[in-house]
């Protein structure tokens, strides 16, 4: 950030005045612009055992696969953002069953929410944002072109929460990638 958005000064990097953390601050107005977190929502989508995936149509990680999800709009619950997203991603329209999991990506500031829900129907197709999409069984899963960690750490708990017959919610947290 080089300029404030409210008086259009240039800002300085430092701690305000009762804070401990170094933010961007405008000299002139005082406006302390805070750069949080930002929340990537889905929904792992069942239909009959089977899960739906998006094959990604944008980067990044174009071409590999990923369930529906994508970043929280302002004015909407993380419930909304996920039935959202689905249907943006997969044009499909699902039931919300209850939230599944959490992954907290600190080096990349994220937080990555899933919920769990059900397929309505399958009449469901390529969004904007989608190459193709399809239902996969535990089985057929792509697990090595699979487009974030964060997917395959939900849908390894989903599949091992499934087996033993309950589901719980899950929270983890991933380290930056070797080579970081």
């Known amino acids: 950030m080089n300029y404030c958005t409210q008086c259009g000064a240039p800002v300085e990097f430092r701690i305000p005045v009762g804070d401990s953390l170094p933010r961007h601050v405008c000299p002139r107005c005082e406006t302390i612009h805070y750069l949080n977190p930002k929340l990537v929502v889905g929904c792992v989508a069942e239909w009959k055992g089977d899960i739906l995936l998006c094959r990604r149509a944008i980067e990044p990680r174009y071409g ?11 004015g ?12 943006e991603e997969a044009c499909a329209r699902i039931a919300i069953d ?16 899933f919920y769990r829900g059900q397929l309505l129907d399958t009449d469901f197709a390529a969004g904007s944002e989608s190459l193709e999409t399809a239902l996969f069984s535990e089985a057929d899963i792509p697990w090595n072109e699979l487009a974030f960690r964060s997917v395959t750490l ?8 499934r087996r033993a017959g309950h589901f719980r919610f899950h929270e983890d947290d991933l380290a930056p990638p070797d080579g970081y």
């Open 154 to 161: 939900c849908l390894k708990s989903y599949f091992a929460d």
């Open 98 to 113: 209850e939230l599944f999991s959490l992954v907290n990506i600190p080096h990349i500031s994220q937080v990555h929410l």
């Open 76 to 87: 909407e619950s993380t419930t909304q953002a996920a039935l959202r997203e689905t249907f």
């Open 64 to 74: 590999l696969w990923t369930l529906p999800a994508g970043f929280m709009e302002n």
